[in-house]
């Protein structure tokens, strides 16, 4: 646990914004800094201990991902090398491999998710529903099972502590504007297709992903934030995949399927992770990051 950061506090830059697992400074007006801690959080509580590497490991996905990316949509990234702006050598060696240097833009006020098989709140819904955020599906599908097509389906993005609510896409439209939300969704499905695709190559299923967008001063639509995480993307193994029950996964569901075993009520405090807890959800997005990057 030694090697972890919960907490950056950079002195040499003004802190920004502190969100559920990323520390953000002001560099200059065109540029900030984007630090990815160990906090880990579930059910939009962040837990208390840190899970040692995962910050760098996230970095270092999203990294991959922008590169392989960026011939489908622009994204946050600039070539500002970390020594550039923080001149302080041991400040430097606490957030190397997981702060990287990004251009300021406009986020746009919803998250766009791509969901291609049935899983979590999506499951949950057909269930009762037959639909996955109000789409109608084929019916007779099983828990895990690969949609015919992959769905556009985003969602609010909620203050801190709070939920984020699944909308239509008549309502993103509402928000975003016709030409910005039809843009939206059309990079998400493509960007998850062929992602998705690639991964299937290195022996791990993307059920579903989130995405966040920004714009730029010519309106350029960028993607920013993270990118195909285990944070932020349900990560199945291929060659375990079976579907009519919830796959094992190398992303965070670990933690929520022993959350919810804990009888926690999903509400602050939470409740103290265990070592072997801790340990199994780093040893997990360790080894998807071996899988797709090799």
Request: with cysteine; hydrophobic share 40%.
């Amino acid at each position: 646990m030694t090697d972890a950061l919960y907490e950056s506090n950079l002195k040499t830059l003004m802190l920004r914004h502190r969100g559920k697992v990323r520390d953000i400074y002001d560099i200059d007006e065109r540029h900030m800094l984007i630090v990815t801690t160990d906090r880990l959080s579930a059910f939009d509580v962040v837990m208390t201990e840190p899970v040692p590497g995962k910050g760098a490991v996230l970095t270092a996905m999203s990294n991959f991902w922008f590169r392989r990316t960026r011939s489908i949509v622009p994204n946050q990234l600039t070539d500002i090398p970390l020594a550039e702006v923080l001149k302080d050598p041991a400040e430097r060696a606490r957030v190397e491999g997981r702060a990287v240097v990004v251009r300021k833009l406009k986020a746009l006020p919803v998250e766009a998710i791509a969901r291609g098989y049935l899983a979590g709140s999506g499951w949950k819904e057909y269930q009762q529903a037959g639909t996955v955020c109000g789409i109608r599906l084929p019916a007779g599908l099983k828990e895990a099972e690969r949609l015919p097509e992959p769905i556009f389906t985003p969602s609010t993005k909620a203050a801190l502590g709070q939920h984020d609510e699944n909308i239509s896409m008549e309502q993103a439209r509402e928000i975003l504007g016709l030409d910005i939300a039809t843009r939206v969704r059309d990079a998400t499905l493509t960007i998850y297709k062929e992602c998705a695709a690639y991964a299937l190559t290195r022996g791990i299923i993307i059920a579903d992903t989130k995405f966040e967008f920004g714009l730029d001063e010519a309106g350029t639509l960028t993607l920013i934030d993270e990118v195909l995480t285990p944070d932020s993307s349900r990560f199945w193994p291929a060659e375990s995949y079976q579907p009519g029950a919830s796959p094992p996964s190398f992303d965070k569901q670990y933690v929520r399927d022993w959350l919810e075993a804990s009888g926690w009520n999903k509400k602050p405090p939470p409740p103290k992770l265990p070592p072997e807890v801790i340990a199994r959800t780093a040893e997990k997005y360790q080894e998807a990051l071996r899988r797709l990057t090799g």
